[in-house]
């Protein structure tokens, strides 16, 4: 086994070998005690079975007590090399042929990472917010180390991941000791993500910096959508809708097989908001959003630009339910990628985000006029809501394509 695709590999290529025709689970659907025991030898998997700790020994009770061997489990199941059915755990037949192909094999397991969140993340005394929004905090985490040119420092990444994943909740109130302790089991949690990613060969990492290998690389490309040259990309526009002097708009190259998730990170970013809302697309009546809402929206991982839209097509894209930013995206032009051009890029657009919480689109004329107007009541009051040392501060026409693919490269 070609040692550049990580130790994950060989480990989960002799545990589908040994599961063989299949082997009983226990009644809890775990691997039985005496069949761990085996694989954690075998497979050299680290765990301690019966763990004595001073002069105390510790009972093992479930496989589920360890955490590697039971990361490959979970791992090889979500890569669908392994089933469970009748208390069985099997080998799935038509994925048999992966066994001899490491580079498929490493591929499907590094498709398979945005499904092992539970297995990967363990509770501990303390849950993470990662545990709890994995794909926001995995998205980041892919996405920051794609974008960088080099090792990017581990705080960093720890602190963009916490970033990312808070970003849905408010913790103003919440108390500092608290919010250290979950800041805390956070970046517990995204060690041990990038120990399974290293343990697979995609990066290279140790507690100070951390790096894409170049493998890992061209996987996360893949899993950003880039396309290869002379696939399909769209040429958007959108336009803030109901923003005039000056008008808000955007115009930005994006592969037409990006999921609508993907998409919807794209505006955030060339639009300069700050992902801190919630928010939906609406494409002939039908809305799209995070699927683990309560509300009634189709899941917007499961369908791309290209399935809803062609040329001259458009859909709405709103966000913040409570200031109602509603966005026309339109699809311009439809050409084909460029060899050696990395989409998405933002190539064109007009006038400043208007800031967050301001109120909608009525209220953000209202902001601009006072903002304009030293003489207003609420003049003084809005500089320093808005952190500035006078109204001059806010440029309502400032837009750079540069600054918005600045954006666009740590999403």
Not at 3 to 19: D, F, P
Not at 78 to 92: F, S
Not at 312 to 329: E, M, N
Request: glycine share 10%.
């Amino acid at each position: 086994m070609d040692e550049s695709h990580g130790k994950t590999v060989g480990q989960v290529r002799e545990l589908v070998g040994w599961i063989g025709a299949g082997r009983k689970l226990t009644q809890t659907g775990r691997i039985t005690l005496a069949d761990a025991r085996t694989l954690v030898e075998l497979l050299g998997t680290g765990d301690q079975m019966d763990p004595v700790i001073g002069d105390r020994m510790f009972k093992t009770k479930s496989s589920e007590e360890l955490y590697h061997l039971n990361l490959l489990a979970e791992w090889a199941k979500a890569a669908r090399l392994l089933r469970v059915a009748g208390g069985r755990l099997l080998p799935v037949k038509k994925n048999a042929r992966l066994l001899d192909r490491p580079d498929g094999l490493w591929n499907a397991l590094f498709e398979a990472v945005p499904r092992i969140g539970s297995a990967v993340l363990v509770s501990g005394w303390l849950e993470s917010v990662f545990s709890q929004e994995y794909a926001a905090g995995l998205r980041t985490l892919l996405h920051r180390l794609y974008a960088a040119r080099g090792p990017v420092a581990g705080d960093a990444l720890r602190r963009a991941v916490w970033q990312a994943v808070t970003a849905p909740y408010i913790l103003d109130d919440v108390p500092p000791e608290q919010l250290r302790a979950w800041r805390g089991s956070n970046d517990r949690d995204v060690r041990l993500l990038l120990e399974a990613l290293a343990a697979l060969g995609a990066v290279r990492s140790d507690d100070d910096t951390v790096e894409l290998t170049g493998q890992g690389r061209r996987a996360v490309a893949v899993m950003r959508g880039e396309p290869l040259p002379g696939e399909p990309v769209f040429q958007l526009r959108i336009d803030l809708e109901d923003v005039v002097e000056p008008a808000v708009w955007r115009r930005v190259l994006v592969p037409a097989a990006a999921r609508l998730d993907q998409v919807h990170a794209v505006i955030q970013a060339v639009m300069g908001w700050e992902n801190s809302h919630m928010h939906a697309f609406t494409v002939d009546g039908v809305q799209y959003g995070r699927a683990n809402t309560e509300l009634d929206f189709g899941d917007e991982r499961g369908v791309t630009l290209g399935a809803l839209l062609k040329e001259g097509g458009s859909l709405v894209y709103t966000y913040d339910f409570g200031d109602s930013w509603d966005h026309r995206v339109t699809v311009e032009h439809r050409i084909a990628a460029e060899a050696d051009r990395r989409y998405p890029v933002c190539v064109a657009g007009s006038g400043a985000c208007p800031p967050e919480d301001c109120g909608g689109a009525g209220a953000y004329e209202d902001l601009k006029r006072t903002l304009a107007d030293p003489t207003r009541t609420e003049h003084a009051d809005l500089v320093r809501w808005l952190g500035l040392d006078s109204g001059v501060g806010f440029d309502p026409a400032r837009f750079t394509p540069g600054e918005a693919n600045d954006r666009l490269q740590q999403m």
